[in-house]
């Protein structure tokens, strides 16, 4: 079946730091990604939309500027943290559509971010 | 829509018994829907999905059923397991808005053995 791979897991950084996370589709290629951030016990909440080629389309209230989204290719998105705060702490997933077959959705394994 | 940051509801349930979980959604435009699961710590998983052309879907111990009048969805798991144990989250994609998908709350389900 179809593989998303996020990396890294799990990241500590320090505040003012910038954290790139990438979102691969091993398997199938896709023209759109999804971010997401989750907060302990609630849901996940949809960041932006990933396009290949063109810039992402943020969600109302998330920073374009503190999100930065490069898709550039058909099969990686990246989501870069930038001058990272501790409430950025969080746990983001990605997830990918596959441009073919059933084009079904396909979520990472997500990546715990800790900023200190 | 988006998503609401509430804390999870929470449903125990004894082994082997049927579960139930339920999901409201406020947009009639919505047609779209899947249900995930999600175990601690990692990514949601793929349980489910139905169109809003239908009322009911059955896959392997899981039915989903829609009801558009009153906009609830609902997911059943036939003899729950232990290994059901996990949050479960509706999502909804809007019609003509993109490919994008909305969480709902969740429900944090634990099976009892």
């Known amino acids: 079946g179809a593989v998303v791979s996020q990396h890294p897991s799990r990241v500590i950084c320090k505040s003012g730091t910038s954290v790139k996370i990438e979102c691969r589709s091993l398997?199938?290629?896709?023209?759109?990604m999804f971010w997401y951030r989750q907060f302990p016990k609630q849901s996940l909440m949809l960041m932006a939309t990933?396009?290949?080629?063109?810039?992402?389309?943020?969600e109302q209230g998330v920073e374009k500027d503190k999100f930065l989204i490069n898709h550039a290719s058909l099969t990686l998105s990246t989501l870069t943290v930038t001058s990272a705060h501790p409430e950025d702490s969080s746990f983001y997933i990605c997830s990918a559509r596959e441009d073919r077959g059933n084009y079904g959705y396909t979520f990472g394994s997500g990546t715990r971010l800790t900023v200190v | 829509g988006e998503s609401v940051g509430l804390h999870l509801p929470t449903l125990s349930v004894q082994e082997g018994d049927n579960s139930i979980i339920n999901c409201a959604y406020s947009n009639s435009a919505s047609d779209y829907f899947i249900w995930y699961k999600q175990e601690s710590g990692k990514g949601p998983q793929f349980i489910i999905d139905i169109r809003s052309n239908m009322d009911k879907r059955q896959g392997q111990r899981v039915t989903v059923l829609l009801n558009k009048t009153v906009k609830h969805l609902s997911l059943q798991i036939a003899a729950t397991q232990p290994g059901d144990s996990a949050v479960y989250f509706c999502a909804e994609n809007i019609r003509y808005t993109g490919n994008q998908f909305y969480f709902g709350t969740g429900t944090s389900l634990t099976v009892i053995p």
């Open positions: 990933s396009n290949e080629g063109s810039k992402a389309t943020y």
């Open positions: 398997d199938f290629q896709a023209t759109t």
